[in-house]
């Protein structure tokens, strides 16, 4: 009779609540699947079932706290090799290219807000890491904050623009956006210093000399490179850069060894933070989600643009096992 009771009460109960309730039975009770089963009539499966449901669903949210990873061997060692105020390392032994990259993409989500504090002026750039690491922010708003695009706008195949991540990542933390509405590089040297000067960009890029952290992950100087691929920067320019001794990339520009921008034919047509402005800030958050960005990425630490790291525990292995 009870059981039948139970079954009925249950039935009654709309199908989303159904949901609700095994999960708070689960998660918040503490109890197994079996027990949610029997106490509610239904079948061990159905159980599994709702459980499912509310992960895709978005209904519930599994973390795990943030020590977890901060204070992981690995994390600790990059801390130390490399003068880092910080270093999450997520594992990522034997799982797909795609899956390590999204592991370490929603680490840098989980962590972020921990790193910023209201009346920050946070630095973002371009790139398939942070406009990723946007779409899966809590949606929480932070205090005075404001996000500031650091390199201008391109045409890209990626389906996201500069402007997107930092618009999508504002709207997610409730901070104001400042975007730049101009090119990312202009076709004459002489084009691109008239528009410096027009007041309104000029206005936007005296902004961005106000930001006080970062937030990246550094590109490769390769021909599959997002600044290649973005046209951003020719085969060319990559080939004269590489031949100088270009290592990575960081927002838009070539970085040698060292971190060192690197002077040559762009700078001069490109709008945007320069680089130097971007060493020694308040904090750094670099976020490194291959081993194609190991090189890459230790210099940019040796350039001083990284306080705080998030990585997998490949590339925090290979980044500790590097020479120097």
């Given at each position: ?91 990522d032994e034997g799982v797909a290219l795609e899956e390590a ?38 949606a929480k708003p932070v205090e ?181």
């Amino acid at each position: 009779m009870g059981g039948t009771a139970r079954r009925r009460n249950l039935a009654q109960v709309s199908g989303e609540n159904a949901v609700i309730q095994v999960a708070w039975m689960y998660y918040h009770d503490g109890r197994n699947q079996q027990e949610i089963a029997a106490a509610l009539g239904i079948s061990r499966a159905t159980v599994v079932n709702y459980l499912q449901e509310a992960r895709e669903k978005g209904l519930i949210r599994i973390t795990l706290a943030a020590p977890a990873f901060t204070t992981h061997r690995l994390a600790v060692e990059l801390c130390d090799r490399f003068g880092l105020s910080g270093a999450y390392v997520v594992p990522d032994e034997g799982v797909a290219l795609e899956e390590a990259f999204l592991r370490v993409v929603h680490g840098a989500a989980l962590w972020l807000p921990d790193l910023i504090a209201p009346g920050d002026r946070l630095g973002v750039a371009w790139g398939r890491t942070v406009y990723e690491l946007a779409e899966v922010v809590e949606a929480k708003p932070v205090e005075d904050l404001t996000v500031l695009q650091l390199v201008g706008s391109m045409a890209t195949p990626y389906g996201f623009t500069a402007e997107a991540c930092s618009t999508r990542l504002a709207q997610r933390l409730g901070a104001r956006c400042l975007n730049l509405h101009a090119p990312a590089i202009l076709s004459r040297p002489e084009l691109a210093a008239d528009l410096r000067h027009e007041p309104i960009l000029k206005a936007q890029l005296d902004q961005l000399e106000t930001v006080n952290k970062l937030l990246f992950s550094v590109g490769t100087a390769t021909t599959d490179s997002h600044i290649v691929m973005s046209g951003l920067a020719t085969a060319a320019d990559l080939d004269w850069h590489v031949a100088r001794g270009a290592v990575g990339v960081i927002c838009g520009r070539f970085i040698d060894a060292d971190g060192r921008q690197m002077p040559g034919p762009m700078e001069d047509r490109m709008i945007g933070i320069p680089l130097p402005r971007l060493v020694g800030l308040d904090m750094g958050i670099l976020v490194t989600p291959g081993l194609d960005k190991v090189q890459a990425t230790m210099a940019a630490i040796r350039g001083g643009y990284v306080t705080h790291l998030v990585t997998g525990t490949g590339v925090a292995e290979a980044l500790l096992a590097a020479p120097g």
